[in-house]
Every structure is written in C-alpha cells, then in structure tokens.
C-alpha cells in the first residue's frame, strides 16, 4: 500500500479513553479539560471523548502531541486519572491510535505523511470499528492486517462482511474518513411514555401500547444518531404505585427489533395480573454515540430483511410523519381507540 493510495481528511483530531468504570462526573470533568483545548469536544460516553485541534494548534501555538500531553498531566495531577489519547488527520486513526496504547495511559500522534505505513501492519482487528466476528471473517480470507485489507478490492471486502458495513472497512483501511468531530455534550437520557384515559386491564392493549412505544423510541434515538445501552421501563397504576425495571441490552442498540425484545422482556417480568395501569413510560439510557457501535456481521437473513425495511420507514415517516407507516398490532389499537 502506497502514500498515494490514502487519502486523509486534513484534520487534527484527538481520541481521549479514560480507564473503565471511570464515575460520570470524574468523566465530565475530563470533557471539562478537553474543553480548556479546544472548543469543540464530542462526548462519547461512557468513557470516550473526541476533539477537533486544528483551530487549538493555532490558538496555542504548539503542535498537537504537546497538546496530548499537556492535557494528560492536568487529568492526571487535578483529577488522578490518567488517558490513553490518540491523535491523527481522522477519527478513524486517532481512535487507532488511542487503542494502541497499553494501560495505564500515553499520547501517540500518528501524522498524515505516516498513516500508511503506521496503519498497515497493524491487526485487522485494531482498525477502529471492526468487531470481532468481522475480524474472523477477515482471518479466514486471509486478511490479517489493515495494510492487506486496503490492498484488496473494496467490492471483495463488501461481499466478505456486507454492502455497508465492507464500505466502512474498505475506506478507513486507506485512510478514508470524512467524518467531522461534532460538538456534543453528554446526550440526556431518551424517554416516550403514553397515559391511559381510562384504567387499562386488557394484556393485548398494553402489548400494543408498548410497540409503539418501542418503535417511537427507535426513530427518535436513530435520529439523533445514538444507541441504548440499557432500557427502563416504568408502569404506572391506579391509585398512584408504581413499578419501574432496567434491563442492559446485549448490545448497544437503536433499532426496533432490539427495542421492543428488550421492552417486552421487561413487561414479562413485571407479571402483571388483572392490574389497572395508568401509564407506561419506556426509557432509553446509557446513550452512547451509533458510530462508536460496530457493524456486526448477522447470519439471520430476517433480521437483515428488517433492518432494510426499517431504513425505508424511516425515511416514510420522514416525509409523511411518525404515524405514517408502523406495526399492524398498532394500527389495529389506533383504529380501535
């Protein structure tokens, strides 16, 4: 793989990683020093962050290593942590990068003249945004570092790990990453809930209810471009009680189909029997960024069928409105009330 083969958004970005299971307002404090460099900071919770320098270098009139490790002693003698901080002309290598480095933190800048030649002989699966069972495929074609993985065909990756997911792969294997670093503040819970006009005791009506409170919740989240790593569900009953769970998802989601299996598990272990609901409220949380989510590879040809037909709802209820296309179940409950 030649120079001439990456092309390289001209950017200056810096991936942060904080130690796991670092406490929410320990990490709001790093995003606090992150903003002490640049003005534009995108939290990727929970232990992530990504910032723009190109303006910052400027600004301070150093380059962006110094900046790296400037930021790393303040987090390190104001808040005892210490980062892992990658820096790079992309998201995708500065977030290569920053995986890169072994606990307990460092800097590494990989500069826009070296990322060919950084990148190719790294595992496949350090390119940032390959799952593991992306990673097998790729092994078992053969493909066992970034550099081959840009040397063979994008067409060839697309039919190895699927039309969207191969594209991705394909691109920032050769440096290809337009993506812009975003401003963002650590996004609010997401919530969609619906009250009852009368007392509710019918099993199907509240099913019902709680699809499209499901399907509401992923058009919102997918909208804003995030994924749940967990969902509450809160129900409310006559005489003002209450009943409220949280179930982590198996994986970070928007979709309808994990929504909804997850909501419906919830519901199960409610174990409601002839009570008289007032309301339900269903709550997405621990949000995270939906690019920080790998596209896994899925042998469930149904579920792929879905994920399709839910790209092409959005897109009806983006032109006609949310009501426009749904589930049949909520239908039926929309004509019936």
Known sequence: MNEGSMRVVRSTVMHVRCPDRLPEAVYRQVLELLSGLSPVVQALPPTAALTELKGALRYHGTDARRLGEVLRIRS????AVDLRIGIGPSITVAATASAQIPDPGGVLAVAPDQVADWLGPLPVEALHGIGPRQAAVLRDYGIHCIGLLASVSPATVQRLLGKKAGRLAADRARGIDPRPVVSRALPASASVRHRFDRHVLDGATVRAVLLDLAVHLGLLLRRRGQAAQALTLTLKFAGGTSWEKTRRMAEPSGHDDDLRTVAYQLMDAAGLQRARLTG???????????????CQISLDAGRESRLVAEQTMDRIRAKFGPGAIGPAAVAVLRRAS
């Open 76 to 79: 390190i003698s104001r808040l």
């Open 280 to 294: 339900i409220a269903l709550k997405a949380e621990d949000l995270l960024d939906a690019d920080r989510v790998a």
